[in-house]
Protein backbone atom coordinates (compact mmCIF):
# COMPACT_ATOMS: atom_id res chain seq x y z
CA UNK A 1 0.00 0.00 0.00
CA UNK A 2 1.45 3.01 -0.70
CA UNK A 3 1.99 6.06 1.67
CA UNK A 4 0.14 8.48 0.46
CA UNK A 5 -3.30 6.19 0.23
CA UNK A 6 -2.48 5.25 3.81
CA UNK A 7 -1.99 9.03 4.76
CA UNK A 8 -5.60 9.47 3.16
CA UNK A 9 -7.01 6.55 5.20
CA UNK A 10 -5.69 7.95 8.84
CA UNK A 11 -7.30 11.10 7.87
CA UNK A 12 -10.54 9.80 6.61
CA UNK A 13 -10.85 7.56 9.94
CA UNK A 14 -9.84 10.40 12.13
CA UNK A 15 -12.84 12.57 10.64
CA UNK A 16 -15.26 9.78 11.12
CA UNK A 17 -13.45 9.72 14.82
CA UNK A 18 -13.66 13.32 15.57
CA UNK A 19 -17.68 12.65 14.05
CA UNK A 20 -18.64 9.65 16.58
CA UNK A 21 -16.55 11.31 19.63
CA UNK A 22 -19.11 14.97 19.03
CA UNK A 23 -22.30 12.93 18.27
CA UNK A 24 -21.65 11.03 21.32
CA UNK A 25 -20.67 14.15 23.35
CA UNK A 26 -23.80 15.84 21.89
CA UNK A 27 -26.08 13.71 23.49
CA UNK A 28 -24.26 13.05 26.64
CA UNK A 29 -24.94 16.77 26.93
CA UNK A 30 -28.56 16.61 26.28
CA UNK A 31 -29.60 13.84 28.12
CA UNK A 32 -26.89 15.40 31.08
CA UNK A 33 -29.61 18.17 31.22
CA UNK A 34 -32.15 16.65 30.98
CA UNK A 35 -31.30 14.79 34.13
CA UNK A 36 -29.87 17.89 35.74
CA UNK A 37 -33.48 19.20 35.08
CA UNK A 38 -34.91 16.40 36.95
CA UNK A 39 -33.33 16.08 39.41
CA UNK A 40 -33.92 20.04 40.48
CA UNK A 41 -37.35 19.88 40.02
CA UNK A 42 -37.30 17.15 43.15
CA UNK A 43 -35.76 19.53 45.38
CA UNK A 44 -39.05 22.29 44.93
CA UNK A 45 -41.28 22.69 47.63
CA UNK A 46 -44.08 20.35 48.06
CA UNK A 47 -47.05 22.54 48.50
CA UNK A 48 -51.46 21.32 48.48
CA UNK A 49 -53.07 22.79 45.14
CA UNK A 50 -56.57 22.81 44.07
CA UNK A 51 -56.86 21.67 40.56
CA UNK A 52 -59.25 24.30 38.57
CA UNK A 53 -59.36 22.87 35.26
CA UNK A 54 -58.74 19.88 33.70
CA UNK A 55 -59.99 19.37 30.08
CA UNK A 56 -59.46 17.52 26.80
CA UNK A 57 -57.51 20.52 24.37
CA UNK A 58 -58.44 19.19 20.89
CA UNK A 59 -56.39 20.18 17.59
CA UNK A 60 -57.81 19.77 14.28
CA UNK A 61 -57.16 20.96 10.91
CA UNK A 62 -58.92 19.41 7.83
CA UNK A 63 -55.63 18.08 6.69
CA UNK A 64 -54.38 16.27 9.07
CA UNK A 65 -55.86 14.04 12.25
CA UNK A 66 -56.92 15.13 15.91
CA UNK A 67 -54.62 15.84 18.25
CA UNK A 68 -55.49 15.97 21.82
CA UNK A 69 -53.57 17.30 24.84
CA UNK A 70 -54.77 17.69 28.43
CA UNK A 71 -55.22 21.18 29.56
CA UNK A 72 -54.56 21.75 33.55
CA UNK A 73 -54.61 24.51 35.67
CA UNK A 74 -54.35 24.72 39.39
CA UNK A 75 -54.13 26.99 42.38
CA UNK A 76 -51.99 27.62 44.87
CA UNK A 77 -50.88 29.90 47.64
CA UNK A 78 -46.59 30.14 47.89
CA UNK A 79 -45.09 32.39 51.27
CA UNK A 80 -48.40 34.30 51.45
CA UNK A 81 -48.55 34.68 47.47
CA UNK A 82 -51.47 33.49 45.72
CA UNK A 83 -50.84 31.42 42.16
CA UNK A 84 -51.81 29.64 39.11
CA UNK A 85 -49.75 27.51 36.96
CA UNK A 86 -50.62 25.61 33.88
CA UNK A 87 -47.62 23.12 33.98
CA UNK A 88 -48.34 19.16 34.49
CA UNK A 89 -44.33 18.49 34.34
CA UNK A 90 -41.66 21.55 33.40
CA UNK A 91 -41.86 20.95 29.86
CA UNK A 92 -46.02 21.47 29.81
CA UNK A 93 -48.14 19.23 27.64
CA UNK A 94 -47.73 17.13 24.42
CA UNK A 95 -50.12 17.25 21.37
CA UNK A 96 -50.96 13.45 21.09
CA UNK A 97 -53.12 11.22 18.80
CA UNK A 98 -54.69 8.93 21.78
CA UNK A 99 -57.49 10.57 23.45
CA UNK A 100 -57.25 7.91 26.04
CA UNK A 101 -53.92 9.02 27.44
CA UNK A 102 -55.67 12.82 28.23
CA UNK A 103 -58.51 11.01 29.68
CA UNK A 104 -56.45 8.86 31.77
CA UNK A 105 -54.37 12.42 33.13
CA UNK A 106 -58.04 14.07 33.62
CA UNK A 107 -59.13 11.13 35.94
CA UNK A 108 -56.35 11.07 37.93
CA UNK A 109 -56.36 15.34 38.35
CA UNK A 110 -59.94 15.52 38.12
CA UNK A 111 -62.00 19.28 38.75
CA UNK A 112 -62.19 20.74 42.08
CA UNK A 113 -59.94 17.95 43.66
CA UNK A 114 -57.33 18.81 46.03
CA UNK A 115 -53.66 17.76 44.88
CA UNK A 116 -50.03 18.57 45.60
CA UNK A 117 -48.18 20.49 43.24
CA UNK A 118 -44.10 21.09 43.73
CA UNK A 119 -43.26 24.80 43.53
CA UNK A 120 -39.64 26.24 42.40
CA UNK A 121 -39.09 28.71 45.32
CA UNK A 122 -36.43 30.82 43.54
CA UNK A 123 -39.46 31.38 40.58
CA UNK A 124 -42.83 31.48 43.12
CA UNK A 125 -44.90 31.37 40.04
CA UNK A 126 -43.74 28.24 38.45
CA UNK A 127 -45.47 25.07 39.78
CA UNK A 128 -45.44 21.49 38.44
CA UNK A 129 -47.93 18.56 39.28
CA UNK A 130 -45.29 15.86 38.61
CA UNK A 131 -41.45 15.25 37.68
CA UNK A 132 -39.84 14.65 34.45
CA UNK A 133 -38.29 10.71 34.41
CA UNK A 134 -34.47 10.61 34.92
CA UNK A 135 -33.90 8.25 32.21
CA UNK A 136 -31.87 9.82 30.35
CA UNK A 137 -29.31 10.28 33.17
CA UNK A 138 -28.81 6.27 33.67
CA UNK A 139 -28.64 6.16 29.67
CA UNK A 140 -25.92 8.25 28.88
CA UNK A 141 -23.08 5.59 28.77
CA UNK A 142 -24.70 4.69 25.78
CA UNK A 143 -24.00 7.79 23.90
CA UNK A 144 -20.77 7.98 25.86
CA UNK A 145 -20.10 4.65 23.89
CA UNK A 146 -19.42 6.61 20.61
CA UNK A 147 -17.74 9.16 22.33
CA UNK A 148 -15.19 6.63 23.43
CA UNK A 149 -14.73 4.61 20.22
CA UNK A 150 -14.32 8.03 18.56
CA UNK A 151 -11.55 8.41 20.50
CA UNK A 152 -9.91 5.25 19.97
CA UNK A 153 -10.59 5.80 16.13
CA UNK A 154 -8.83 9.29 15.94
CA UNK A 155 -5.89 7.25 18.20
CA UNK A 156 -5.78 4.23 15.81
CA UNK A 157 -5.34 7.00 12.91
CA UNK A 158 -2.86 9.04 14.38
CA UNK A 159 -0.65 5.87 15.23
CA UNK A 160 -1.21 4.16 11.56
CA UNK A 161 -0.11 7.88 10.07
CA UNK A 162 3.29 8.06 11.95
CA UNK A 163 4.14 4.48 10.31
Known amino acids: ?3 KSSKAGSIYLFGIGLFLFFLGAGFCWLMAKSFRSASDTREWVETPCLIIQSEVGKR ?4 IAPEYRWEVAFKYQFQGGDYV ?3 YKP ?3 KW ?3 IEKVKKQIAEYPQDAQSVCYVNPENASMAILD ?3 KAAGYSIWFPAIFSVGGIGMMVGAVRGARK
Open 1 to 3: MSE
Open 60 to 63: ADVN
Open 85 to 87: SEL
Open 91 to 93: RGQ
Open 96 to 98: QKS
Open 131 to 133: HDT
